[in-house]
């Protein structure tokens, strides 16, 4: 990744401290960031826009679960552009206080994501209650402040280090492969700039005519670039319209310039999101 910036710098980020997004974070733009705090999705684009923090890191989509939508919309009606992306392996583990074992665990806490994802182990072991919460790190947070015994959380390695809690039960995800990809956001003329790019993400409208979009898809494939990525979210005020977002891969920039002319002569609406570079796995 070919980003530009000068440490340290304030990040946004989706939950408290020890989340999946903190991991990403810290991987994308260093140990040595202060994390903002959000705890909702809306919070973070708000937080990042009015210059609370720097730069933000959003989930998007999942390799198990899709393509979070309601996010696309959050970034396409905001004026935040993406320049990077990383995609982070979710390992899941069950954490507790010190001393504690498996048999003495009679709760289990977590986002309903990360319950679904480790839905195997907690078959294994019908003893254990499981209960919804808004966060994984935030149900760590609360086993360690208020002492809780016989309660554990789902959650990622560095809240049980943070917290000063204990893994005793690692890597509980059901599924290995599970990525979670996340993109760093920043404000137009920002901190954070990138110096290549071989991605770009765009949201887009087709004309409301039979065949409207499969000549849009055509002619993408004809300028030589790759469509990696298509979702379809409602038009709101216009029954049965659609805003699509999409992702383009190219190795020519003048390809996908060319790709980009093409679109903003033939759509209703067309509107980049961010040109970056294509990130690669973390394990």
Request: hydrophobic share 40%; glycine share 6%; proline share 3%.
């Amino acid at each position: 990744m070919t980003l530009e910036y000068e440490s340290p710098i304030m990040v946004a980020i989706q939950g408290v401290r020890g989340a999946f997004h903190e991991i990403a974070a810290r991987q994308a733009l260093g140990n040595d960031i202060v994390t903002v705090e959000c705890l909702t999705f809306r919070e973070l684009v708000e937080a990042t826009s009015s210059e609370q923090a720097d730069a933000a890191l959003m989930a998007i989509e999942n390799s198990v679960a899709g393509g979070i939508l309601p996010n696309y919309a959050l970034l396409r009606n905001s004026e935040l552009q993406i320049v990077g992306e990383v995609y982070l392996r979710i390992v899941q583990n069950l954490i507790a206080q010190p001393g504690q074992t498996l048999d003495d665990i009679t709760e289990v806490a977590s986002h309903p994501m990360a319950i679904q994802q480790c839905v195997d182990f907690l078959e294994q072991h019908p003893h254990m209650r499981v209960v919804e919460s808004e966060d994984t790190a935030l149900s760590a947070k609360k086993i360690a402040e208020k002492g809780l015994k016989g309660k554990a959380a789902i959650g990622s390695s560095l809240a049980a280090e943070i917290f000063g809690l204990e893994i005793i039960a690692p890597e509980i995800e059901s599924n290995k492969e599970n990525y979670t990809r996340f993109l760093i956001l920043t404000r137009k003329n920002g901190r954070i700039h990138n110096t290549t790019s071989d991605k770009a993400s765009i949201c887009f409208s087709a004309k409301h005519e039979p065949g409207a979009l499969a000549r849009i898809l055509n002619d993408i494939a004809e300028c030589g670039v790759n469509l990696t990525m298509l979702h379809s979210l409602p038009k709101v005020g216009s029954k049965w319209e659609y805003v699509f977002h999409a992702d383009l891969s190219y190795n020519n920039y003048m390809q996908y310039l060319a790709t980009v002319k093409m679109l903003s002569e033939s759509v209703t609406y067309f509107k980049i999101l961010g040109e970056y570079q294509a990130g690669s796995e973390i394990f």
